[in-house]
């Protein structure tokens, strides 16, 4: 019954619930969410870029090649494949020195913003196994699995699943 005076629910046995009942379960559900714990799992695409160039140009697998873009009046290197790497080329380094390690080494044109859409649409792929995934750009996802993995019967099947 509403006490009209206070414009509060009494506790009296009428079907509804007492105030101070109230704020008694939400002070112990407040408290249960704070002392849960939080589980993550971070994704990283070390060739993101790279790979996704080899899926649309197979022939790409064979040989060393990096993505570069121009900065500041020179092409700078901004992915490398694993062939390229192994043979020591890496991220930020200029494309003419690229090439005195690797004669002939492959430069493909970086597109702007290719991680973004291609973390996106993994990001969308990975809801089947948490509702919240974060980009972590340039070539990461975070993954907030709390209270997923019992779904997936344990931590360890959930990870094999998400790995396969």
């Known amino acids: 019954m509403v006490n009209r005076d206070r414009g509060k629910l009494t506790g009296k046995r009428t079907g509804f619930i007492c105030t101070s009942i109230l704020q008694r379960l939400n002070r112990n559900c407040t408290e249960k969410r704070d002392k849960m714990q939080r589980r993550f799992v971070a994704i990283w695409f070390r060739y993101l870029k790279t790979d996704w160039f080899v899926r649309r140009q197979p022939l790409l697998r064979a040989v060393p090649f990096v993505l570069a873009s121009p900065d500041h009046g020179r092409m ?89």
């Not at 390229?84 to 991220?91: H, I, K, N, P, W």
């Not at 913003?113 to 509702?131: A, D, H, Q, V």
């Open 76 to 164: 700078v290197v901004t992915a490398v494949n694993p062939l390229a790497e192994q043979e020591g080329v890496c991220t930020g380094m200029v494309v003419a020195d690229a090439r005195v390690i690797i004669p002939s080494l492959n430069v493909l044109d970086d597109q702007p913003g290719l991680p973004e859409k291609l973390l996106g649409g993994l990001g969308e792929w990975c809801i089947r196994f948490t509702p919240i995934v974060a980009m972590d750009l340039p070539d990461g996802l975070l993954l907030d699995v709390s209270g997923c993995a019992h779904l997936w019967g344990g931590e360890q099947l959930y990870i094999e699943h998400i790995i396969n």
